[in-house]
């Protein structure tokens, strides 16, 4: 079973936005800060954006400050990415993972912060 399922992914034109989704699967990611990232073949996995359990903390990476938003309903057990103003640039597969316990917000997170990852989403970009 995979922890983590992410949706919301597809081909949109620049300008345009979009927004994805990461369900937890079968457990509850609420104690838990999480994180979006994108990786493009042949590129290391970037970090995007984080947010920590209670969604008092929030991270960007530079490249999306302005045009992502990250949040998370604890309800629905759902983070989310709003991506706007979308470039070809930002075409990538999104992963979403969740923050081991040594995590500290508001900071970058590194692959070796997280623990469990979804499958990823695509996302493309036409100009």
């Known amino acids: 079973q995979v922890p983590l399922v992410e949706s919301g992914g597809g081909l949109v034109q620049a300008g345009e936005s979009l927004r994805l989704a990461c369900a937890a699967s079968g457990w509850s990611f609420g104690l838990f800060g999480m994180g979006w990232f994108r990786q493009v073949p042949g590129k290391e996995r970037q970090f995007l954006a984080s947010?920590?359990?209670?969604?008092?903390?929030?991270y960007y990476a530079d490249s999306v400050k302005g045009r992502f938003t990250i949040s998370r309903d604890r309800s629905k057990n759902t983070v989310y990415l709003q991506m706007s103003s979308l470039k070809p640039g930002d075409t990538a597969v999104y992963y979403c993972?969740?923050?081991?316990?040594?995590?500290?917000?508001?900071?970058?997170?590194?692959?070796?912060?997280?623990?469990?990852w979804g499958q990823g989403t695509q996302v493309t970009v036409s100009s």
């Open positions: 947010i920590s359990a209670r969604s008092s903390n929030k």
């Open positions: 993972a969740s923050a081991l316990g040594t995590y500290r917000p508001p900071q970058v997170m590194s692959p070796a912060d997280c623990d469990y």
